[in-house]
């Protein structure tokens, strides 16, 4: 039903990223350091919890 339009979605992709080949213009990704502070921040965030559940069953199994 939607083939017709995947097809030209995925032609109008490959032609926005050959364009983008051809200018060679690319910028780099530059972080400041608030970036950086962010990105540790919410991995803390993200992992932390899951680090202190592990420890906590690690200990309680070291103790049984």
């Keep these: ?3 017709g339009k995947f097809n030209r979605a995925m032609e109008w ?4 990223n050959k ?3 051809q200018d ?5 990704l ?3 350091r608030s ?6 921040l919410s991995a803390l965030l993200v992992f932390g919890p899951i680090i ?8 309680l ?3 049984t």
């Design 1 to 3: 039903m939607f083939y």
């Design 13 to 16: 992709l490959k032609q926005q």
């Design 19 to 21: 364009d983008k080949k």
């Design 24 to 28: 060679g213009d690319q910028e780099d």
């Design 30 to 32: 530059k972080l400041d």
């Design 35 to 40: 970036d950086i502070l962010a990105l540790m």
């Design 52 to 59: 202190l559940f592990l420890i906590a069953v690690a200990i």
């Design 61 to 63: 199994v070291w103790i």
